[in-house]
């Protein structure tokens, strides 16, 4: 949920501070089975889903040369999610925005120590967009991926390690591309 401030600018209702990130952390260090549920989920999700993108541009590859598939739908969905993720690189880099645990006095349940580049979220942008290439092919092995890269999202949050707004900027950079650049090109 969403309001608006005299400067026009969006402000989430519940903001991430010092004091939330503290009590997420709390929360999940009393509770083992979840701490390690989030790491799994931090860790292995997008691995998972990183490993299957290549596996879905081999076997499109090859249906391509099998005459199954069109050579247009295998350049778009190595293109377009080439192009997010160098154009979300270079945002990045651009804005170089600190982590949560840069800007307040937080340990992240994530051992990390990468500085800036926090806004927008890369993993969570390039999650999305391979989600979208899954989505064109398969709507729902694309659902299914969308869930998976909410899960991320929220996993990088409560880490420690992104903002609110670093993931739901990535997500939507991912989601605005991959549909222009897979369903309306």
């Known amino acids: ?22 009590k997420i952390s709390q929360f999940f260090t009393r509770h083992s089975v979840l701490l390690f549920l989030l790491k799994f989920i931090y860790t292995f999700l997008p691995f998972a889903v990183f490993l299957a993108y290549p596996a879905l541009i081999i076997v499109l590859f090859i249906m391509t040369l099998n005459g199954e598939a ?3 739908t295998l350049i778009k969905c190595v293109t377009v999610p080439a192009v997010t993720f160098l154009a979300l690189t270079v945002l990045r880099r651009f804005i170089n925005r600190p982590r949560p645990y840069e800007t307040y006095n937080i340990k992240p349940l994530i051992p990390r120590d990468k500085k800036g580049e926090s806004f927008p979220s890369r993993h969570t942008a390039s999650v999305f967009i391979i989600a979208m290439v899954y989505l064109y092919l398969n709507t729902a092995v694309g659902i299914a991926a969308l869930i998976i890269g909410i899960m991320i999202a929220a996993s990088r949050v409560l880490a420690g390690v992104h903002f609110i707004k ?6 939507l950079f991912s989601v605005i591309l991959g549909v222009f ?3 309306i090109i």
């Open 181 to 183: 650049g897979l369903f």
């Open 70 to 72: 069109d050579r247009a």
């Open 166 to 171: 670093d993931v739901v900027v990535g997500a």
């Open 1 to 22: 949920m969403t309001v608006w401030n005299s400067g026009d600018r969006i402000k989430a209702v519940i903001p991430m501070n010092e004091q939330r990130y503290n």
